[in-house]
């Protein structure tokens, strides 16, 4: 089994779902887009991902916020509204009878092009719009074991030519780093931005736990987490000294605990970096703490939108 921090517990129910596609649904085997789709082409398309908790969409003004930025960014103008778009999400939950436990992955592309090209004038339809959603719990056995990381030599892209915040298509960077550490061991990477400077994994946010404060990167060359906003929230409601700033693999190595968080799995506490042990046991106190806090952040959020 690959161990990380998208590990779900298996559950039968994912052969029968029914993805959306521009209106229409289809089983698994069937959910298909053109070999001119400008996604496949050129990677342009952004996407975004979603919770279901208990029949609520969890945090989703943040999440629509996160997209219709994302869309800004690229240039892409979508021909439907926010209420439009969700009334699609929850007719792909309805038509699969989802309710909890449930991850939903909206990707949307700029559409199909009239020849394989990078031009946006070339594309000869609308965006093509991909709603797919499965029951996906985390494992508490993944999580509670930890995860380890391996500092990749691939850094977070500067802002001026691909900005860290953008849920884009185009993940290549990414996945070499991801393979940098899965070949050299561990479970996912450790990316640093172009200083030097500790800034995010390959698919997760990183923090630190230093004398009881909270540490994580500016903010200025990592992903745009929400998860990782809500940490930052609950700290500070809770009175825990949070910084974001910048800190090196110096301070890294010297850390009391590390965690990281993402929309699937929470926060996930880290075990090793770069075959360094972190902490004196997998889950450190201040790690659980938090997640706690969090996981009562979405509670309140169901309870305030069921």
């Known amino acids: 089994m690959v161990h990380g921090t998208h590990n779900a517990i298996e559950d ?80 792909t939950l309805n038509v699969n009878n989802m ?25 000869i339809s609308g965006p093509n719009v991909v709603i797919l959603p499965e029951y996906k719990k985390a494992s508490t056995e993944s999580k509670e074991k930890g995860i380890t990381l391996f500092t990749s030599t691939i850094r977070r892209g500067s802002p001026d030519y691909l900005d860290p915040r953008l849920n884009c298509h185009s993940k290549l960077h990414e996945v070499q780093a991801l393979i940098q550490a899965i070949e050299a061991g ?17 698919a997760t946010n990183f923090f630190i736990i230093k004398d009881g404060e909270v540490w994580t990167s500016t903010g200025q060359y990592c992903m745009n987490g929400i998860t990782r906003a809500k940490v930052i929230q609950v700290c500070h409601e809770n009175n825990i000294v949070c910084h974001q700033k910048n800190f090196s693999l110096f301070d890294v190595y010297g850390a009391d605990e590390a965690f990281v968080t993402g929309t699937f799995g929470g926060l996930t506490p880290v075990t090793k970096i770069d075959g360094r042990q972190i902490g004196e046991k997998p889950f450190g106190d201040t790690t659980r703490i938090l997640s706690g806090l969090y996981q009562s952040l979405i509670e309140r959020e169901v309870q305030n939108n069921g």
Not at 49 to 74: E, M, P
Not at 101 to 117: A, D, F, Q, Y
Not at 188 to 195: C, S, V
Request: glycine share 6%; proline share 2%; hydrophobic share 40%.
């Open 99 to 123: 309710q909890d436990h449930v991850h939903v992955r909206i990707m949307i592309t700029r559409g199909l092009k009239k020849t394989p090209s990078q031009d946006p004038r070339l594309t």
């Open 12 to 91: 039968s129910r994912n052969k029968d779902i029914k993805i959306y596609i521009n209106g229409e649904f289809f089983n698994r085997e069937n959910a298909k887009i053109s070999v001119l789709d400008s996604g496949y082409l050129v990677g342009d398309g952004i996407w975004e991902a979603l919770r279901l908790h208990h029949g609520v969409l969890v945090f989703l003004k943040d999440h629509l916020d996160r997209l219709w930025q994302s869309a800004a960014t690229i240039g892409m103008t979508f021909p439907f509204s926010r209420e439009e778009l969700i009334a699609e999400v929850w007719k």
């Open 186 to 202: 561990a479970d996912e990477a450790l990316m640093l931005d172009i200083h030097g400077f500790v800034s995010t994994c390959n």
